[in-house]
């Protein structure tokens, strides 16, 4: 699921280089790792059976951070791999959205670096993410 502005491609103001920005990538990037981290931590902190792992962490803060610090690190290697590897092999559908079986033919490689956020954006937003949670613990 991709979208575009009423008035047509996104400004390049806006975002340079983006004709478009696909929905599905950014909240892959952004929502779910941080879902992700909450439903681990969550888990572990409920799990915790003869120790507290939330003091051992040093309080709840730092635990939940170690969580979104690892979830986050995880999404930005995968970017940054997906982005060496779309770079080297060039662009086949993977199956990754919802929509890309239904396509007449597999996006070209131009327009995929051309939506926002794309491997590399993915990898630093992923990378600012984990630098900012490193800084707050």
């Known amino acids: ?24 990538r950014l909240l892959s990037v952004v929502a779910i790792p941080f879902a992700a981290a909450i439903a681990m931590a969550t888990a572990v902190a409920a799990t915790g059976g003869m120790t507290d792992p939330i003091a051992e962490a040093g309080g709840p803060m730092a635990f939940v951070l170690s969580f979104v610090k690892f979830c986050y690190l995880a999404v930005a290697m995968a970017h940054l791999s997906g982005a060496l590897a779309e770079r080297a092999n060039g662009g086949l559908p993977a199956g990754l959205w919802l929509d890309e079986m239904d396509r007449s033919e597999p996006e070209t490689r131009e327009s995929f670096w051309h939506a926002f956020p794309n491997h590399l954006d993915g990898a630093a937003i992923a990378g600012c993410v984990t630098m900012l949670c490193f800084l707050l613990t």
């Open 1 to 24: 699921m991709s979208f575009q502005l009423p008035s047509g491609p996104v400004p390049r103001s806006l975002i340079p280089y983006a004709g478009r920005v696909d929905a599905q």
